[in-house]
């Protein structure tokens, strides 16, 4: 089944690369192209401490806003509230496709808030979760236009789901570089 749904590029890769920044480096182009996407972004966080960033982000080209976040910024305790597909998220809901933002449910995407930050038209909200725990968003996501994701983009993100999830746990567990508990405002 996986050979079905994964292209040759992308199991090239997750077999030739074990090192969770390889592979994310390596594979979002990849993810960009076979769902033919404008820009497609790894959110990852770590469930215990909240602190979270935009730790990768490809885009099809400079016109398209490139959010990489370069620090670890704690997820704001209003972010649930703001954003529908955030609290999804957080709940380990199965992963969410909008074919279009500005016609979506409120209860499934705020558009206002996907306009402010996101710019994009249609995405896929993809939950890596691990333990009942959100560990990072993979979002391609449509510029300008409305997108139908098929049943073979569905499998598709749904393969690289549960190959991606123990990557991105393996990135957080492994991360040096989060702000020390004194930013956090709790004492040692």
Known sequence: MTS?????????ILDR???????????????????????CFLYLRNPQTKWAKVAYCWRRNQEI????????R????SLPEEDPLFAAA???DPSVYVEDIETASPEVVNKEFERKHFGHRALIHAHLCQDRKLWGILQP??????????????????QLESKL???????INAATDYPSR??????S
């Open 165 to 171: 999830t123990p990557l991105a746990v393996a990135y």
């Open 90 to 92: 957080l709940r380990n």
């Open 65 to 72: 806003p490139d959010i990489t976040d370069s620090d670890w």
């Open 141 to 158: 996501a449509v510029f300008g236009k409305t997108r139908v994701w098929s049943e073979c983009d569905r499998a598709f993100v749904t």
């Open 74 to 77: 704690l997820d704001p305790e």
């Open 4 to 12: 079905q749904i994964l292209p040759e590029t992308v199991q090239n």
């Open 17 to 39: 690369y074990s090192d969770p920044d390889a592979v994310f480096r390596a594979i979002l182009p990849i993810i960009g192209e076979v769902l033919q996407c404008d820009r």
């Open 182 to 187: 004194e930013s956090e405002g709790c004492e």
